[in-house]
């Protein structure tokens, strides 16, 4: 008898020079690369998106004439960390049912200088989500802030994918 093995992720490039990741849930992805396939496990992948988001909205705010922006690690995890929270219990704001702020999160990872946050649901590519943002007066005004110096973005993909974007003063 001939024992299958479990399914696993992988990352492949496929013919037109996308990633294209599955985990055998139905809910595979595709992101833009031209970088060589490699194999990669979920929290790879998830770094990878999120640094991708990243890069687009410094790409946006260089071509607006603002100061790109450094990730930080307290910001990442505290995005990370309201994404899940997100789809866990299954809320879409930037106070939690518990009434803790974005602030008070940043803080609570460790952050001092926390400065605005953006959320989004649903958009499968970090393309998309930068393109919704765009698109909100109130979350490209917090993209393109000239104040800004740092940030951190986490995406949950439980029921989303589940985008949250904070930024930092230092």
């Given at each position: 008898m001939t024992k299958?093995?479990?399914p696993r992720r992988f990352h492949e490039l496929n013919e037109d020079d996308d990633y294209f990741v599955g985990g055998g849930s139905g809910r595979d992805a595709l992101t833009r690369s031209a970088r060589p396939a490699v194999s990669i496990g979920p929290d790879t992948y998830r770094t990878h998106l999120e640094d991708t988001v990243v890069r687009l909205t410094n790409q946006v705010r260089v071509k607006?004439?603002?100061?790109?922006l450094e990730i930080n690690e307290l910001l990442r995890?505290?995005?990370r960390s309201h994404s899940a929270d997100m789809a866990r219990r299954r809320f879409?704001?930037?106070n939690d049912p518990d009434g803790v702020t974005p602030f008070e999160r940043m803080w609570a990872h460790g952050y001092a200088e926390p400065a605005?946050?953006?959320l989004a649901h649903g958009q499968r590519q970090p393309q998309q989500?930068?393109?919704a943002w765009l698109n909100s007066p109130g979350?490209?005004?917090n993209l393109l802030h000239p104040d800004f110096a740092t940030i951190g973005v986490g995406v949950h993909f439980d029921s989303g994918p589940w985008w949250t974007q904070n930024f930092g003063y230092e």
């Amino acid at each position: 008898m001939t024992k299958v093995p479990p399914p696993r992720r992988f990352h492949e490039l496929n013919e037109d020079d996308d990633y294209f990741v599955g985990g055998g849930s139905g809910r595979d992805a595709l992101t833009r690369s031209a970088r060589p396939a490699v194999s990669i496990g979920p929290d790879t992948y998830r770094t990878h998106l999120e640094d991708t988001v990243v890069r687009l909205t410094n790409q946006v705010r260089v071509k607006a004439g603002v100061p790109p922006l450094e990730i930080n690690e307290l910001l990442r995890q505290a995005a990370r960390s309201h994404s899940a929270d997100m789809a866990r219990r299954r809320f879409f704001s930037h106070n939690d049912p518990d009434g803790v702020t974005p602030f008070e999160r940043m803080w609570a990872h460790g952050y001092a200088e926390p400065a605005a946050e953006n959320l989004a649901h649903g958009q499968r590519q970090p393309q998309q989500v930068i393109h919704a943002w765009l698109n909100s007066p109130g979350h490209r005004a917090n993209l393109l802030h000239p104040d800004f110096a740092t940030i951190g973005v986490g995406v949950h993909f439980d029921s989303g994918p589940w985008w949250t974007q904070n930024f930092g003063y230092e």
